[in-house]
């Protein structure tokens, strides 16, 4: 089969293992039934998310001008604590700020690698853990905006992480930590304004469990821009990335806005 179209982040759906699945404009490919099969991926073009015109891609699927305009691509997504809709105060468009900043946000730890602290809005919960290829979390805190999961974050990863190993996570080299007592510790850390939200009896730690086959020993990671056409068995499936037998992995969502032919035998 081949289909062709404008790469997206890969849609996921909760299960054991986890579901992904490709959308193109006229087709969506469940990519667990390619497991074990030759999968060609072939770079046609750029087209950019949101203007849709044929743009080299900046960043998180944006040509340069949509990244600096599309109040998506503001700072305070990147950095929660620099919201400012709680205050009425506009970054790019105060409307869409206000929908997404003050909506319930999770403040949460994920064990990837080692353990990281993150945020993410409560909708998103697990779609945002399984795009880091986390294989357990646990929830801190539901703040009720961005701002204060924001600053609670700023305020843990002066003692932990934030950041996601993704090498060691592709090749499930896996920390063994107790994410109840690490939470437990941090709790002394969380500033005095977010204590009331502190979920202290949560002791629900979600398990993740991703379709892969076989791990990548040492990890290539597949550059369209330098090899515009990759033709592998594909053996698994965690985080967003495709993993193949030959060790090389591809980046689905670092791709986004690459129009590509998408070749399966």
């Not at 579901?19 to 060609?40: A, K, P």
């Not at 600096?68 to 809709?85: D, H, N």
């Not at 932990?160 to 709790?187: C, G, P, Q």
Request: proline share 4%; net charge neutral; aromatic share 10%.
């Amino acid at each position: 089969m081949k289909y062709e179209g404008v790469l997206t982040k890969m849609k996921t759906k909760i299960g054991s293992p986890i579901q992904y699945y490709l959308s193109f404009e006229n087709d969506e490919i469940n990519v667990n039934s390619l497991l074990n099969n030759t999968v060609q991926i072939t770079f046609l073009r750029h087209q950019c998310l949101n203007c849709g015109e044929c743009k080299k891609i900046y960043r998180q699927g944006s040509c340069y001008d949509c990244f600096f305009k599309m109040p998506q691509m503001g700072e305070w997504v990147i950095r929660p604590e620099l919201s400012t809709a709680h205050l009425g105060i506009e970054d790019r468009d105060l409307e869409y700020e206000k929908e997404v900043q003050l909506k319930p946000h999770i403040v949460y730890l994920a064990l990837s690698s080692n353990v990281k602290v993150g945020v993410t809005r409560k909708t998103q919960v697990p779609t945002r853990w399984i795009d880091q290829g986390a294989s357990s979390a646990l929830e801190i805190l539901e703040a009720p905006n961005r701002y204060l999961a924001g600053i609670t974050e700023v305020a843990l990863k002066k003692h932990i992480s934030d950041k996601t190993n993704w090498r060691k996570m592709l090749k499930n080299e896996i920390a063994d930590i107790d994410l109840i007592a690490l939470r437990d510790e941090l709790a002394g850390y969380i500033p005095e304004e977010v204590i009331p939200y502190f979920k202290e009896s949560d002791t629900k730690v979600v398990e993740l469990e991703y379709p892969v086959l076989q791990y990548p020993e040492k990890v290539k990671s597949l550059n369209l821009s330098k090899t515009p056409s990759f033709e592998g068995i594909l053996k698994g499936i965690k985080g967003q990335y495709l993993i193949f037998e030959d060790s090389t992995v591809f980046n689905v969502r670092s791709n986004e806005g690459n129009v590509v032919s998408f070749s399966t035998a």
